[in-house]
């Protein structure tokens, strides 16, 4: 149980297009979901926390017009990289938080196997 | 400032011999202390977490770890591994705000390859 995918696992794409990335929670409801990036050989970095049916919190520093977040389920949140530049050539990973979970001491978190996001 | 960082990227150990990965963090706040495993294009797993209680925490796949707070750390031992434990670990914090709340969020250390060979 608590499975987490991730679509697409890979994408390759030009310049100033859009990419959207998948994240869904296949065996329980999510009420928050996290997006991730991971540079390589450094840390995940938090971007985003997102919350299902509200506007996502952004971490200091990720442009949300940028990094555009929508939670319309409990099981989906999506990811749109919006215009594309070979910077944000990255990895990017979510999580989701099970519904029902709140507050200290439970911060369970089930993680997708990540997008490699290529833009050339 | 509030940071986690995981001394050693890289840790060769031949299979059956003990490992240790090492994890330290910087805070003025009570934390929640976890170790994740990724395996090879798969998704983080959690190996154990450290919320309060007893210091000595024990995980799955005969992992453990102890949270020190004088030093700050929390440690990932294991006294025997094995070719399947290679992968990634990684050390993550949560860092509390006043009262003992937060909301879940992660702070990682930059990862450590073990590579445990025959």
Redesign the interface.
Known sequence: GAV?SQHPSWVICKSGTSVKIECRSLDFQAT?M?W?RQFP??????MA?SNEGSKATYEQGVEKDKFLINHASLTLSTLTVTSAHPEDSSFY?C?A?PRGVV???S????????TRLTVT | AQSVTQLDSQVPVFEEAPVELRCNYSSSVSVYLFWYVQYPNQGLQLLLKYLSGSTLVKGINGFEAEFNKSQTSFHLRKPSVHISDTAEYFCAVTFLGAGGTSYGKLTFGQGTILTVHP
Do not use: C
Not at chain 1, 41 to 46: E, G, H, I, T, V
Not at chain 1, 107 to 114: A, H, V, W
């Open positions: 987490v928050t996290f991730y050989k450094q840390s995940l970095m938090l926390t990973i999580s938080r507050g200290p001491p911060y369970e978190q089930y993680f997708g196997p990540g």
